[in-house]
């Protein structure tokens, strides 16, 4: 190794939009078309005025190109963390996501789904999470009418308009710089 030239280590693999790489495609291949009715759309700043334990299915919550959400992000590992906990991401287009799931849920089932998290849903087996995502799932939409499930790699691929992806992540260290750590995400056309 020279001194001085930057020292990279990266891995490659496919881009999962959502960023949580446990979520797997699980939900199927097909996109479906589906108008939305105006009244179940709306903007995903409006959420806390439907009230606490509302069942959401069927709604479509929209972010405006331009706007940011937060995007929690965390490490447990014996020998590194991150600093932050979430970072924030920026739209580029607006964006639609569709909810589905049963309409007839108690509020304590209601209450016991706002509590389950991406490590909750990475610990469930192959078969706990086919059945759970068989009566919940989320759709992306550019259009609110074409709908692809979230976690069904080639439909939100063909909605999206994108071949594939590649997730990097590297390690340098150079003599001017130090040593840095980088995460890159990119969409193949």
Partial sequence: MRTGKWIHCCRRTWLMLCLVITMTGCAGTNVMTKPSSSEKIIHYSELQRLGENMNLNDYVLYINK?????????????????????????????????????????????????????????????????????DYMLFV??????????????????????????????????????LEASLDIQTVK
């Avoid at 069904?152 to 003599?175: D, E, N």
């Fill in 141 to 178: 939409s550019k259009d609110a009418v074409n709908w692809a499930p979230l976690y069904g790699s080639k439909a939100y691929r063909k909605v999206l308009g994108f071949r594939g992806g590649l997730l990097s992540f590297g390690v340098m260290a150079s003599t001017t710089d130090g």
């Fill in 66 to 134: 331009g706007e940011s959400i937060p995007l929690k992000i965390s490490m447990e590992t014996d020998f590194m963390e991150f600093k932050q906990g979430h970072i924030d991401i920026v739209a580029k287009q607006t964006l639609y996501f569709r909810i589905k799931m049963p309409e007839n849920l108690s509020g304590d089932e209601l209450a016991k789904l706002t509590k389950l998290g991406a490590r909750d849903f990475s610990e469930m087996s192959d078969a706990q999470r086919a059945k759970f995502l068989k």
